[in-house]
């Protein structure tokens, strides 16, 4: 069986959702028959605490590891067929260093709002240059929008125009992202079928195909 893939999930920015972001798209991919594991790599504990909750994130295992050899343990992982999701702490700790150099794909969620986007541009390259001087492979997702919102177009359109990869699905502000972290659920748990759910999915599938196309030409 291949290596698990890697999908680091990291911010410019507090408040972007990085955490709900990491959770929903590995009990996603739990609820689908596959075995996702999450490593919580930000001192904030945010994953760690949301599995201590009731309903435990769906059983999907973390792992809590905020050192620099944080990719050592996602390495050590059984393989099985399911990413690791590693949810960074600031861009400047040892372990998001690590993390951004080894990782298979780095998702970024930005907020939509023109401050959020404002510092993405202005800083994006410099933070995402990791310890060996390259670039880490990465990709923009809108979350926190009103979908069609003509804030939501001119932000999409400011980020293409920079060059920075964005994919199509985004996260609108839905309040089932908060009701299902009461219990320590995602929305795929508490409403399967609404359409919170469908926007983790349809974006889950777009991270599937960009990390089989990082895989294959790494």
Same mark, same amino acid.
């Given at each position: 069986?291949?290596?698990?893939?890697?999908?680091?999930?990291?911010?410019?920015?507090?408040?972007?959702?990085?955490?709900?972001? =990491?959770?929903? #798209?590995? %009990?996603?991919?739990?609820? &689908?028959?596959?075995?996702? $594991?999450? +490593?919580?790599? @930000?001192?904030? /504990?945010?994953?760690?605490?949301?599995?201590?909750?009731?309903?435990?994130?769906?059983?999907?295992?973390?792992?809590?590891?905020?050192?620099?050899?944080?990719?050592?343990?996602?390495?050590?992982?059984?393989?099985?067929?399911?990413?690791?999701?590693?949810?960074?702490?600031?861009?400047?700790?040892?372990?998001?260093?690590?993390?951004?150099? =080894?990782?298979? #794909?780095? %998702?970024?969620?930005?907020? &939509?709002?023109?401050?959020? $986007?404002? +510092?993405?541009? @202005?800083?994006? /390259?410099?933070?995402?240059?990791?310890?060996?001087?390259?670039?880490?492979?990465?990709?923009?997702?809108?979350?926190?929008?009103?979908?069609?919102?003509?804030?939501?177009?001119?932000?999409?359109?400011?980020?293409?125009?920079?060059?920075?990869?964005?994919?199509?699905?985004?996260?609108?502000?839905?309040?089932?992202?908060?009701?299902?972290?009461?219990?320590?659920?995602?929305?795929?748990?508490?409403?399967?079928?609404?359409?919170?759910?469908?926007?983790?999915?349809?974006?889950?599938?777009?991270?599937?195909?960009?990390?089989?196309?990082?895989?294959?030409?790494?």
């Amino acid at each position: 069986m291949a290596k698990r893939a890697i999908l680091a999930v990291a911010t410019l920015k507090g408040g972007s959702g990085k955490s709900t972001l =990491a959770s929903c #798209l590995a %009990v996603h991919w739990r609820l &689908a028959g596959r075995d996702p $594991v999450l +490593v919580d790599a @930000d001192p904030q /504990r945010s994953l760690a605490r949301l599995a201590a909750r009731p309903r435990a994130l769906g059983g999907v295992p973390v792992i809590e590891n905020c050192s620099e050899d944080v990719i050592e343990t996602a390495r050590s992982l059984p393989r099985k067929r399911g990413p690791v999701v590693i949810d960074t702490a600031g861009f400047r700790a040892p372990a998001t260093l690590a993390a951004l150099a =080894a990782a298979d #794909l780095v %998702v970024v969620p930005v907020k &939509a709002s023109p401050l959020d $986007v404002d +510092v993405m541009i @202005d800083t994006a /390259r410099t933070l995402f240059a990791t310890r060996d001087g390259s670039v880490a492979r990465f990709r923009c997702v809108l979350t926190q929008t009103t979908r069609d919102s003509v804030i939501a177009r001119h932000i999409r359109a400011e980020l293409a125009a920079a060059g920075f990869p964005l994919f199509e699905s985004e996260l609108v502000n839905r309040i089932a992202y908060s009701e299902a972290a009461l219990y320590g659920a995602t929305p795929s748990m508490t409403e399967p079928h609404g359409a919170a759910a469908r926007e983790i999915a349809a974006l889950a599938a777009e991270i599937d195909f960009a990390l089989t196309l990082a895989r294959e030409t790494a």
